[in-house]
């Protein structure tokens, strides 16, 4: 079966510009998830999805990150303005369904470096 | 808050020696615990997981982990490195107390010497 599908794969923006990711999810998952992950540490989540609702986005500066499943399959995650400390790489996860039990698939990430 | 520590941020090791790879965690109830790898340029993917039963889990490439409560650690190992094995490890520790999030480690490098 295919893998979770993102692009772009790099992106180099300056600050205060705006950027968009793209991630599509193994066929059928219900669970989708966002992380960054900063250079040296490891995956931080920002925004999950079950279906198109929002699970737990306690973690996404709402401030200038948003995130959208409207038709509960791709989902956009969205910086805008960005600044130098977004650099990092993005990564979307999907699940089957929710819950700890389930394992997450990885995509490839979107690398981002603000300038 | 749950928390995971992986206290050696790089490993060298010789292609066919052992490999032990340091986790704690920190939570209060009964955490299920992952081990991912990431390759370069790679998303992550799942080694091995732990929710309960058998402290010795079996997972993929020969890897396997030993989950011992009174120390709060999941330690990774292989018996016997291959060069592919060069990569980021994560360790990470989920709850259903903790709605379902996985928390990852910083992750240990691993560098394989031929």
């Known amino acids: 079966e295919a893998g979770v599908a993102q692009s772009p794969r790099y992106k180099i923006i300056e600050k205060r510009q705006s950027v968009a990711f793209w991630c599509n999810p193994i066929s059928g998952h219900a669970t989708l998830y966002w992380y960054q992950q900063i250079l040296g540490q490891g995956p931080k989540l920002l925004i999950q999805f079950q279906n198109n609702g929002v699970v737990d986005d306690s973690q996404l500066p709402k401030d200038r990150f948003s995130a959208e499943r409207l038709k509960g399959v791709d989902s956009t995650l969205k910086i805008q303005p960005a600044k130098l400390e977004d650099s990092a790489v993005y990564l979307c996860?999907?699940?089957?369904?929710?819950?700890?039990?389930?394992?997450?698939?990885f995509g490839p990430g979107t690398r981002l470096t603000v300038l | 808050a749950q928390s995971v520590t992986q206290p050696d941020i790089h490993i060298t090791v010789s292609e066919g020696a052992s490999l032990e790879l340091r986790c704690n965690y920190s939570y209060g109830a009964t955490p299920y615990l992952f081990w991912y790898v990431q390759s370069p340029g790679q998303g992550l993917q799942l080694l091995l997981k732990y929710f309960s039963g058998d402290t010795l889990v079996q997972g993929i490439k020969g890897f396997e982990a030993e989950f011992k409560r009174s120390q709060s650690s999941f330690n990774l190992r292989k018996p016997s490195v291959h060069w592919s094995d060069a990569a980021e490890y994560f360790c990470a520790v989920g709850a259903w107390a903790a709605g379902n999030k996985l928390t990852f480690g910083g992750g240990t490098r691993v560098l394989v010497k031929p």
């Open positions: 996860a999907s699940s089957a369904l929710a819950g700890v039990g389930n394992e997450q698939f």
